[in-house]
């Protein structure tokens, strides 16, 4: 068994006309920041696409909605689902569930809480582009009551088109204590990939992976940090307000390649996959391309 090493990880996903992630606070509109004009995703979105793949697939998975015969269970039922008797609680847990060995989690038990940290973390992700939120409004299948012949409205928020940069670390310190692998992390990233192309629900229908890239390093505690910062939209157009597809812009990694140069003698291996609509600047040879998805 090998333990999870260190890495860095930038994935690239875009969609048109949609809803990536709304916020309930705020009509569900799309998280948006307004002073960069830039759309945001939360890690909690990201690690829950990964974690609906995962048990898509037949994974354990902890943070998930289940049910007893009094209704939606607690945290303490939860446990106890999964540990049952067993009184190491973490060991149960770990043994079983991949997205606590990733992600960590809280376990409440009778008299005391444990609390593990996850070795693989996600930062808020941001749009590559600026963009705006749209309200469109329709109408329904259904009177508005009974009697009536007027249909019920429809109302959304979308976003006309938006390139996000998810940006993540593991650190390979705490894989040991969570006991993450790196078998775990190619199945995660495998659901990174395939559970963002296959999250097909009204508001997320047609967002697609384009880029995922890892970096792999020869010991813990290194990384460059911010590779979701050091890429760069090209476009013709005269804002990228109007930018709508792939076709639209080119994307510049230069950045990250001169980062990468600096820290050469520290990186073990770097591997991506890249869509092929998506038109980026030559990728070095000694990277190494791999299938994380299909």
Same mark, same amino acid.
């Given at each position: 068994?090998?333990?999870?090493?260190?890495?860095?990880?930038?994935?690239?996903?875009?969609?048109?006309?949609?809803?990536?992630?709304?916020?309930?606070?705020?009509?569900?509109?799309?998280?948006?920041?307004?002073?960069?004009?830039?759309?945001?995703?939360?890690?909690?979105?990201?690690?829950?696409?990964?974690?609906?793949?995962?048990?898509?697939?037949?994974?354990?998975?902890?943070?998930?909605?289940?049910?007893?015969?009094?209704?939606?269970?607690? $945290?303490?039922?939860?446990? *106890?689902?999964?540990?049952?008797?067993?009184?190491?609680? %973490? @060991?149960? /847990? =770990?043994?079983?569930? !991949?997205?606590?060995?990733?992600?960590?989690?809280?376990?409440?038990?009778?008299?005391?809480?444990?609390?593990?940290?996850?070795?693989?973390?996600?930062?808020?992700?941001?749009?590559?582009?600026?963009?705006?939120?749209?309200?469109?409004?329709?109408? $329904?299948?259904?009177?508005? *009551?009974?009697?009536?012949?007027?249909?019920?409205?429809? %109302? @959304?928020? /979308? =976003?006309?088109?938006? !390139?996000?940069?998810?940006?993540?670390?593991?650190?390979?310190?705490?894989?040991?204590?969570?006991?993450?692998?790196?078998?775990?992390?190619?199945?995660?990233?495998?659901?990174?990939?395939?559970?963002?192309?296959?999250?097909?629900?009204?508001?997320?229908?047609?967002?697609?992976?384009?880029?995922?890239?890892?970096?792999?390093?020869?010991?813990?505690?290194?990384?460059?940090?911010?590779?979701?910062?050091?890429?760069?939209?090209?476009?013709?157009?005269?804002?990228?307000?109007?930018?709508?597809?792939?076709?639209?812009?080119?994307?510049?990694?230069?950045?990250?390649?001169?980062?990468?140069?600096?820290?050469?003698?520290?990186?073990?291996?770097?591997?991506?996959?890249?869509?092929?609509?998506?038109?980026?600047?030559?990728?070095?040879?000694?990277?190494?391309?791999?299938?994380?998805?299909?």
């Amino acid at each position: 068994m090998e333990y999870a090493k260190q890495s860095e990880i930038l994935f690239l996903w875009d969609g048109e006309n949609w809803n990536p992630n709304g916020d309930m606070l705020n009509s569900n509109a799309p998280r948006y920041d307004e002073i960069s004009r830039k759309a945001l995703v939360s890690d909690v979105r990201i690690k829950r696409t990964i974690r609906d793949f995962l048990e898509s697939e037949g994974e354990e998975i902890f943070v998930k909605e289940t049910y007893t015969d009094k209704g939606l269970a607690d $945290g303490k039922a939860r446990v *106890k689902s999964i540990a049952g008797e067993n009184k190491d609680v %973490e @060991e149960a /847990i =770990l043994q079983k569930c !991949i997205d606590v060995r990733a992600f960590g989690g809280v376990f409440p038990v009778e008299g005391q809480t444990h609390n593990l940290t996850g070795p693989m973390q996600f930062k808020m992700s941001k749009s590559l582009n600026e963009t705006e939120i749209v309200f469109i409004k329709g109408t $329904g299948a259904f009177a508005s *009551k009974e009697g009536q012949q007027n249909k019920t409205f429809r %109302e @959304e928020y /979308i =976003l006309p088109y938006a !390139i996000f940069a998810t940006y993540g670390v593991i650190n390979a310190l705490n894989s040991q204590k969570t006991k993450l692998t790196e078998e775990d992390v190619q199945k995660i990233l495998h659901a990174l990939w395939s559970g963002t192309k296959n999250l097909i629900s009204r508001s997320k229908f047609g967002q697609l992976p384009r880029f995922l890239m890892r970096i792999i390093y020869k010991e813990p505690g290194v990384y460059i940090g911010g590779l979701d910062n050091l890429v760069r939209l090209s476009t013709p157009k005269a804002s990228q307000m109007e930018i709508r597809s792939t076709s639209d812009y080119t994307l510049d990694i230069e950045p990250i390649l001169q980062e990468i140069e600096k820290y050469s003698d520290k990186i073990e291996k770097i591997e991506y996959q890249c869509d092929d609509a998506l038109s980026i600047a030559p990728i070095p040879d000694s990277w190494e391309r791999v299938e994380f998805g299909v």
